[in-house]
Structure formats: C-alpha cells, structure tokens
T-cell receptor
Framework: KNEVEQSPQNLTAQEGEFITINCSYS?????LHWLQQHPGGGIVSLFM???GKKKHGRLIATINIQEKHSSLHITASHPRDSAVYIC???????????FGTGTRLQVFP | DSGVTQTPKHLITATGQRVTLRCSPR?????VYWYQQSLDQGLQFLIQ???????AKGNILERFSAQQFPDLHSELNLSSLELGDSALYFC?????????FGPGTRLTVL
C-alpha cells in the first residue's frame, strides 16, 4: 500500500464545476504539499499546509491532521486548470517528500 | 518562472553512457533536492544537499551521484545508463520548506 494515496486518479469536468481532489496518507508528517504539473512537465507548488485551510484565488486546500487527510478544491473550474495535481507529504521522521501518484484533471469548455 | 534553472532541457544518450545534469537554485536558497519522475514510478525523491553537504538520501541508485558546489549549484551524475533510467529529472530549491521546482531535464536512454 502506498504511503500517500490520491483519489480520483482521473477527473473530467465541465467549465464552471466545483472540483475536489483527495489525499490520504499513512505516515507522520510535518507538512503536506499540493503541486500542479502542466502537460509541458513543469511543476508548480500550489500550497504547503501543516494545519487548517489555505486559499489562493479559486484554489482552496484543507488538511485534517487527525484523520490524515487533505483535500484540494477548485471553484469555478476553467480549461486552464487542466493538469496533474500531486499531493506530497513531508515525513517528520526524515524530512523527505513522499509523493502521491497524482490526479489528472481535464476541464472542458 | 520559479527561479530554479536546469540544463540541459533534453538529453538523448545510449545505454552504458554517463551524463551530468545541472541545477542552479534560486538566489539565496541553500537546499537543493533532486527528484526522478518516470512513467511507472511517479515522482521519487533522490537526494538532498544543504549548503554543500549531503542532507538526506532517498531511492538513489549506486550508479547515480550528486554534489553541491560552493556557489550552491548542484550536479546529478548518472552512469552506466540503462533504458529504465529514462525519466524526467527535477531539481528543486527550498526556503522555509516550500519547494520551488526547476523545469526538469528529460533524459532518454536508447
């Protein structure tokens, strides 16, 4: 079993829809990262969380440390949000990043 | 633009060869991380350097080595290349644990 699990693996949406991507982890962490990888391959860090909730524009990330679960929400989705979204946790034991397998999102006009 | 640069962007080579990938971190960042992203394994942490010293090691093969130089740029050396080493190699630098990724080097081993 992977230490970081994401769901769904693939997601398609119509423009304007509200989107949720989930991440569950099984290790003790000091922080959780949400990353975005565009088709060209580049990776952008969206959020780093250790508790609570963060918002940036149409993106919202939440984390529940007790339940070892995080969600990434996209409000009013747009075709330019089409990308792979990757959850990564920083292990408190050795400070290394452990990555989920990613969620491929396609938003159609 | 994250401020992290990687060269080359693409590299095509043959099995058994040796290559060097280069990374320059953001100005002021002391930490450099190397990651490998292959189709079947996803993103995996390889190694971290902090101010010239190795800080943490992940799933890095013995055929691979890295170093960080006094000007803080880093190089990842891959030797005795195999077909399975074909992947995207990213470096990232960090400040206060937030990571900034370079554009990656796409390595193709034929």
């Amino acid at each position: 079993k992977n230490e970081v699990e994401q769901s769904p693996q693939n997601l398609t949406a119509q423009e304007g829809e509200f989107i949720t991507i989930n991440c569950s982890y099984s290790v003790g962490i000091s922080a959780l990262h949400w990353l975005q990888q565009h088709p060209g391959g580049g990776i952008v860090s969206l959020f780093m969380l250790s508790s609570g909730k963060k918002k940036h524009g149409r993106l919202i990330a939440t984390i529940n440390i007790q339940e070892k679960h995080s969600s990434l929400h996209i409000t009013a989705s747009h075709p330019r949000d089409s990308a792979v979204y990757i959850c990564a946790v920083r292990s408190w034991k050795d400070d290394k990043l452990i990555f989920g397998t990613g969620t491929r999102l396609q938003v159609f006009p | 633009d994250s401020g992290v640069t990687q060269t080359p962007k693409h590299l095509i080579t043959a099995t058994g060869q040796r290559v060097t990938l280069r990374c320059s971190p953001r100005s002021g960042d002391l930490s450099v991380y190397w990651y490998q992203q292959s189709l079947d394994q996803g993103l995996q942490f390889l190694i971290q350097y902090y101010n010239g010293e190795e800080r943490a090691k992940g799933n890095i093969l013995e055929r691979f080595s890295a170093q960080q130089f006094p000007d803080l740029h880093s190089e990842l050396n891959l030797s005795s290349l195999e077909l399975g080493d074909s992947a995207l190699y990213f470096c990232a630098s960090s400040a206060l644990n937030e990571q900034f990724f370079g554009p990656g080097t796409r390595l193709t081993v034929l």
